[in-house]
């Protein structure tokens, strides 16, 4: 016991050092949104590499379910395939469909307040900030910070998330928005109070937003509440996509359009 207080005062300059490092790092990245998003990307190779070889691993243990899971999309593709090439007032693929990068979830939070989600694809692979990610259930969330190599998306499971949606067939369109909890549940709020909206209807993304095209699954009404104050609804949606359960998902790296985007001036 005596040597080891001897080791710990002759070492105290040293211990004292880590100890204030420590602290100056936690309260950099702890209390700092920004530092720490940066620090999950480009600024931490490490970090990622080490959740990469995570993700590989655990994406071995569930490839069964995996497996079954790409079976299912491939024929859902196949069935829009058909249903397209059936279409006479579609335009030409060239010409109107969006490019979609695909991404492997490396990191992912759902039961807290803000939540965030790693994948292994950054601005060396066309994923920037404001693009939208999605699976083949639906919306997931948006490219918060880019880094070369990974990119931390904001999860619709995130209070600063806000995504602009409709009901499918109409052209009201609302903000899809998360109050905590509940990581199955989010609300469509500030939708006009005339919409016609009842328990069942479907929700997508409207296209009015560069992050995601027209008609990417959100969710399904559950309950339909006026807010007579503001003459606008609010909406509980069950979301399509469990997000604890994501594996692979899609980046929307279609680049609006620049001329678009000067007409329409900032947001």
Not at 218 to 234: I, P
Request: hydrophobic share 40%.
């Amino acid at each position: 016991m005596r040597s080891l207080l001897d080791f710990l005062a002759k070492q105290a300059h040293v211990l004292l050092f880590i100890l204030m490092e420590a602290l100056s790092l936690l309260l950099l990245f702890g209390l700092n949104d920004r530092q720490r998003l940066a620090f999950m990307t480009s600024a931490n190779r490490l970090s990622g590499t080490v959740l990469e070889w995570r993700a590989r691993v655990e994406s071995y243990i569930g490839l069964k379910g995996e497996n079954e899971r790409l079976l299912t999309e491939n024929a859902y593709l196949r069935e829009r395939l058909l249903s397209l090439s059936d279409s006479l007032e579609l335009e030409r693929v060239s010409q109107g469909e969006s490019v979609f990068t695909v991404a492997r979830v490396i990191d992912n939070s759902v039961r807290k307040d803000d939540n965030f989600i790693t994948i292994d694809k950054g601005r060396s692979d066309g994923v920037d900030q404001g693009m939208g990610v999605f699976d083949s259930r639906g919306v997931i969330g948006v490219v918060e910070v880019a880094g070369s190599h990974y990119s931390v998306v904001l999860p619709v499971l995130n209070s600063k998330s806000s995504i602009s949606c409709k009901v499918s067939g109409s052209s009201s369109i609302g903000f899809l928005e998360w109050r905590g909890g509940d990581p199955y549940r989010a609300m469509v709020n500030d939708m006009p109070y005339h919409t016609v909206v009842s328990t069942g209807d479907t929700i997508v993304t409207s296209g009015y937003s560069s992050a995601f095209p027209e008609n990417i699954p959100v969710g399904v009404v559950e309950r339909v509440e006026q807010q007579r104050m503001s003459y606008t609804l609010a909406v509980t949606v069950s979301l399509f996509v469990d997000m604890s359960d994501l594996r692979w998902v899609y980046v929307n790296t279609m680049k609006p359009d620049p001329e678009l985007e000067e007409l329409e001036g900032p947001e």
